[in-house]
Nanobody, 119 residues
Framework: QVQLVESGGGLVQFGGSLRLSCAAS????????MSWYRQAPGKERELFAS????????DYAEFVKGRFTISRDNAKNTVYLQMNSLKSEDTALYYC????????????WGQGTQVTVSS
């Protein structure tokens, strides 16, 4: 059974940091590209960070560049998101997604973890 379980969300003050984790099971993690998305109330879900299956390629949306860092540990089947200099506009439900590196299939989603930044 495929599972992606996000954790590490919570309430943090403006300018603070959080580290999210996404633990994967039920598939060969090292063959999947991993991404982080977020969805704020009343807005569409948006992609903002990705890492290739082998960890040799990353991509970030402009609005998180220099503040957020995606990483993965294939031995632990886990992808991480280090978030620094958090802003109120970072408040959202954060999801991880796994997509096979070939692009086949629709991918797998986690259930999300809430991040709330207080001003």
């Amino acid at each position: 059974q495929v599972q992606l379980v996000e954790s590490g969300g919570g309430l943090v003050q403006f300018g603070g940091s959080l580290r999210l984790s996404c633990a994967a099971s039920g598939f060969i993690f090292s063959t999947y590209d991993m991404s982080w998305y977020r969805q704020a109330p009343g807005k569409e879900r948006e992609l903002f960070a990705s890492m290739s299956a082998f960890g040799n390629y990353t991509d970030y949306a402009e609005f998180v560049k220099g503040r957020f860092t995606i990483s993965r540990d294939n031995a632990k089947n886990t992808v991480y998101l280090q978030m620094n200099s958090l802003k109120s506009e970072d408040t959202a439900l954060y999801y991880c997604k796994a997509q096979h590196w070939t692009g086949r299939g629709t991918g797998h989603w986690g259930q999300g973890t809430q991040v709330t930044v207080s001003s």
